[in-house]
Each structure stands twice: as structure tokens, then as C-alpha cells.
């Protein structure tokens, strides 16, 4: 079965600094790789994606991921956070289970920003 | 607009009193899914739904039932809700095997 760890429940970055979020996930065949952002209040939104091909991901807001079979890793990453992007961040992997679109989460990342 | 709909946003109901909250989207999507999340255990599937009339349970299903009667629609029903079903539940559509996942606003459940 396949499984998303992220072992950072709490990060708290200046605004303008730089922003990297890990994501360590278990899957026995190529994965398929999300990250969602959720705001305070709100349903998921999702940043950016990974299916195939270049590892190295844009999303939307300036975010980007970059995939690394050999770490088993997806971390996102920002090079200037601003003060809207505090929010709860998760990695997901995807899989297919007898048909179903399953996503299994990551415990997620809570983003402080501080001004 | 595209979207995913969930109502009620917000619900305290007693212990073993039957609800339901709806879900609805508008995107035609095949694929629809449920998720509670819970702090500290990020978001669990409860029940899927690959097409009408194609169910099956996610992770977490005890308590749960779910009906796909028409393409648009995915109801959760709770037969007998419990104190440990005091979640907040998404919904999710997404329109073919492992594309993207859109979510609705979220269902907050207390159950007292």
C-alpha cells in the first residue's frame, strides 16, 4: 500500500525567504504526485502535479516540485514566500486500486509566515 | 463555474440521529470520492465512486454509506452518526483515473 510522509508539521519562514516543504512517499510503481494547499476554512486546492517526464514541476503561485525516484521524494519548494501563502500544505501520491482514484495524504505541513 | 458542492458547510447533530450531506459537481467527472480529516491524520478516503452505480469502500468506511444513483451526485450518509465521526468531510470529483482532484468547501460535523 502506498504511503506519504511529511515530517514537518510546523514551519515558520520570514517573508521573502525561501520555502522548502518534504514529502517522502512509498509506492511500488511509478507514483502519480500531488501537492495541495488549504487555506483556513476552504476545501483543497491543488498547486502543482507530477505524472511523467520533466521532474522538475511549476505550479501555480510560484511554487514548483521536483521529483527524485532515487529519494522517494517530492518536496516543494518556493524561492520567496509572501505572507498569503501561510497555509496547510499536503503531498498526496496517487494509485490505482481496482479502478479507483484513490489519493492518500500526507499528514500535512502547517506554513507560518512571519512579516 | 466549475465546483464541487457540499452542503450543509456546518452541522451539530445528537448521536444516532440519521444524516446525509450532499455533494454535487458540475464538471461531469466520472470519479468522485469521499474524505474526512481529522488533525494530525490528514485526509482519509471513506468511499469512492468510479461511475453510477460503482461503489467501494476507501480506508475508513465503517459508519458510512454512500449512493452514486446519478453522475453529478454522491451523497454520505451517516445511518447512526457517533461522537468519533465528529470530522470535516470533503468531497472530491476528478474526471478520469488519477487526473486531478477538485474539491468541495468542506463539511464540518459535530456529533454530540
Known amino acids: 500500500a502506498q504511503s506519504v510522509t511529511q515530517p514537518d508539521i510546523h514551519i515558520t519562514v520570514s517573508e521573502g525567504a525561501s520555502l522548502e516543504l518534504r514529502c517522502n512517499y512509498s509506492?511500488?510503481?511509478?507514483?502519480?504526485l500531488f501537492w495541495y494547499v488549504q487555506s483556513p476554512g476552504q476545501g483543497l486546492q491543488l498547486l502543482l502535479k507530477y505524472f511523467s517526464g520533466d521532474t522538475l514541476v511549476q505550479g501555480i503561485k510560484g511554487f514548483e516540485a521536483e521529483f527524485k525516484r532515487s529519494q522517494s521524494s517530492f518536496n516543494l519548494r518556493k524561492p520567496s514566500v509572501h505572507w498569503s501563502d501561510a497555509a496547510e500544505y499536503f503531498c498526496?501520491?496517487?494509485?490505482?486500486?481496482?479502478?479507483?482514484?484513490?489519493?492518500?495524504f500526507g499528514t500535512g505541513t502547517q506554513l507560518k509566515v512571519e512579516l | 463555474e466549475a465546483q464541487v458542492t457540499q452542503n450543509p458547510r456546518y452541522l451539530i447533530t445528537v448521536t444516532g440521529k440519521k444524516l446525509t450531506v450532499t455533494c454535487s459537481q458540475n464538471m461531469n467527472h466520472e470519479y468522485m470520492s469521499w474524505y474526512r480529516q481529522d488533525p494530525g491524520l490528514g485526509l482519509r478516503q471513506i468511499y469512492y465512486?468510479?461511475?453510477?452505480?460503482?461503489?467501494d469502500k476507501g480506508d475508513v468506511p465503517e459508519g458510512y454509506k454512500v449512493s452514486r444513483k446519478e453522475k453529478r451526485n454522491f451523497p454520505l450518509i451517516l445511518e447512526s452518526p457517533s461522537p468519533n465521526q465528529t470530522s470535516l468531510y470533503f468531497c472530491?470529483?476528478?474526471?478520469?483515473?488519477?487526473?486531478?482532484?477538485?474539491f468541495g468547501q468542506g463539511t464540518r460535523l459535530t456529533v454530540v
Open positions: 509506492y511500488g510503481a511509478t507514483p502519480y
Open positions: 465512486s468510479m461511475n453510477v452505480e460503482v461503489t
Open positions: 498526496a501520491v496517487g494509485a490505482f486500486t481496482g479502478g479507483g482514484n484513490k489519493l492518500t
Open positions: 472530491a470529483s476528478s474526471l478520469q483515473r488519477m487526473t486531478e482532484a477538485f
